[in-house]
């Protein structure tokens, strides 16, 4: 199964870009999806294709994907962002999506 | 407006059954898949398994093949989780999830489920 690799935490201070990375064998090659998911509520599809975000979710998430590592970018990061958030793959060998193990993002 | 209705939460004993459902509407319940994900407290999204209701095709995740049970009534636009004998370590949040291709779309609000003696 495809295993997806994220930094348990990731620190930030309010106004700054906070960068989250997702590393997987040659992630370049699939398509990445970012979840966030805060205390108490269900999770929230923020950025999907790599780069593509649903309507309602602010411009100041967007994402990228190079090699082995793609990685979620929330610019102007503000305390609302705080939230665990969660990079996904499909799988097409055993056909379900697999999620990378969650990071929380904290807002200093 | 797409919604996926969960069940209440359950407080169950360990060894015995439980089935929680999900309703979804907005949409054509054919067209789209549905999963459920369990989520233990303080921990990570786990894959357990997918059903295509136009179907019925369900596949399972390896680590919850023979633990669970998926089923769907298209007639009522519902997916559920069934448990024939619960352990306290099925103790956690369950959502259902839906979507067309490789993303969820959309989540349920998650069952929560108390296995305890």
């Known amino acids: 199964s495809y295993v997806l690799t994220q930094p348990p935490s990731v620190s930030v201070a309010p106004g700054q870009t906070a960068r989250i990375t997702c590393g997987g064998n040659?992630?370049?090659?699939?398509?990445v999806q970012w979840y966030q998911q805060k205390p108490g509520q269900a999770p929230v599809l923020v950025v999907y294709?790599?780069?593509d975000r649903p309507s309602g979710i602010p411009e100041r998430f967007s994402g990228s994907n190079s090699g082995n590592t793609a990685t979620l970018s929330i610019s102007r990061v503000e305390a609302g962002d705080e939230a665990d958030y969660y990079c996904?793959?499909?799988?097409?060998?055993?056909?379900?999506?697999?999620f990378g193990g969650g990071t929380t993002l904290t807002v200093l | 407006e797409v919604q996926l209705v969960q069940s209440g939460a359950e407080v169950k004993k360990p060894g015995e059954s439980l089935k929680i459902s999900c309703k979804a509407s907005g949409y054509s319940f054919t067209n789209n898949w549905i999963g459920w994900v369990r989520q233990v407290p303080g921990k990570g999204l786990e894959w357990m398994g997918i059903v295509y209701p136009v179907d019925s095709d369900i596949i399972y995740s390896p680590s919850f093949q023979g633990q669970v049970t998926i089923s769907v009534d298209k007639s009522i636009s519902t997916a559920y989780l069934q448990w024939n004998s619960l352990r306290a370590s099925d103790t956690a949040r369950y959502y259902c999830a839906t979507g067309v291709a490789v993303r969820i779309d959309y989540w349920g609000q998650g069952t929560l489920v108390n296995v305890s003696s």
């Open positions: 040659n992630i370049a090659s699939e398509s």
């Open positions: 294709d790599e780069s």
């Open positions: 996904q793959v499909w799988d097409f060998k055993s056909e379900h999506p697999v």
